[in-house]
């Protein structure tokens, strides 16, 4: 099967919610020798955009995105151990979470993944963490990276607020401060004076090198 064929197929076994479906042809994919990170990108990624155009005309409800996710998440936990290891050779710690309020956490998870790739320590908050954990986490653990990711307009302010925390300790320059999410901009990051923003999780992980120096 023709490489584009293949990621179309898992696109559609995400959009039906064919979890089965997703782990074969996840596993049909590394047969190939198919850059795992590129199924993700054009299958899984894609999936969940086609799920995404159907709830916002109204033919999927909720129950139906959620058991989209878990098709997505399904392919996910088969391609993952099979990422390719990259060793950067430097120490870069980061702190990672979805901000308070909001619990869409699988650009989130591709983040993290993308950033343990490349051999970055991750702490992961998980999702609807309270803003000073990042903070506190930050400073416990010496990170390099806040990462931040929300998907929903109501809770983007929590992020103003976490870098308006590291301000009023004096500590914003010991972290750079990463942004990313469905409304997310350059424009909201420049706005809030957020060290970097990202449209998907790979370019995250390069802008993450670029303000290392590591690029
Ligand atoms: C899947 C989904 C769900 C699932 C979430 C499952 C899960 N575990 O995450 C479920 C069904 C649970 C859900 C629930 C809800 N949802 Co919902 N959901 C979606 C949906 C369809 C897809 C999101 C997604 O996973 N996309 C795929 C991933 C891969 O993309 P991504 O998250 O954008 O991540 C990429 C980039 O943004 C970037 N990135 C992400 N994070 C970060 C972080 C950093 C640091 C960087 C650099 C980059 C980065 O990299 C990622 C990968 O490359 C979107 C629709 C949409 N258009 O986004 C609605 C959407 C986000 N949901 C929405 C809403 C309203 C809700 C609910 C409030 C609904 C309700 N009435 O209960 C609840 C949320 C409750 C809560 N408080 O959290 C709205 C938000 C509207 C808004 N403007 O705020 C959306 C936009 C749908 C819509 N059009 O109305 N949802």
Redesign the pocket.
């Given at each position: 099967m023709d490489k584009m064929e293949l990621f179309s197929e898992i696109s559609e076994a995400v959009k039906e919610m064919e979890d089965e479906d997703v782990e074969d042809l996840c596993e049909k994919s590394l047969e190939e020798g198919i850059d795992p990170t590129e199924t993700i990108?054009e299958g899984?990624?894609k999936g969940?955009?086609l799920?995404?155009?159907l709830?916002?005309t109204g033919e999927?409800f909720?129950?139906e995105?959620?058991t989209?996710?878990f098709a997505?998440?399904a392919g996910l936990d088969i391609l993952k151990p099979h990422i390719k290891q990259e060793e950067t050779g430097a120490q870069v710690k980061v702190v990672?979470g979805?901000v308070e309020?909001?619990?869409?956490?699988?650009?989130?998870?591709?983040?993290k993944i993308?950033c343990e790739s490349v051999g970055f320590e991750v702490y992961d908050l998980g999702?609807?963490v309270p803003l000073d954990d990042f903070v506190n986490v930050a400073k416990e653990k010496n990170c390099d990276f806040i990462?931040?990711?929300?998907?929903?307009?109501?809770?983007m302010g929590g992020m103003r607020t976490v870098i308006d925390k590291l301000k009023e300790q004096g500590i914003r320059d010991q972290f750079k401060v990463?942004?990313?999410?469905?409304?997310?901009s350059q424009k909201f990051a420049d706005e809030i004076g957020a060290d970097?923003?990202?449209?998907?999780?790979?370019?995250?992980v390069k802008?993450m090198k670029e303000l290392k120096g590591i690029a």
């Open positions: 990108r899984l990624i969940m955009s799920v995404s155009e709830y916002e999927y909720l129950p995105v959620l989209a996710s997505l998440n990672i979805v309020g909001d619990t869409h956490d699988i650009g989130k998870n591709l983040v993308m999702r609807d990462c931040m990711s929300t998907l929903m307009t109501t809770t990463i942004i990313g999410g469905g409304p997310i970097g923003y990202s449209v998907d999780a790979a370019a995250a802008k």
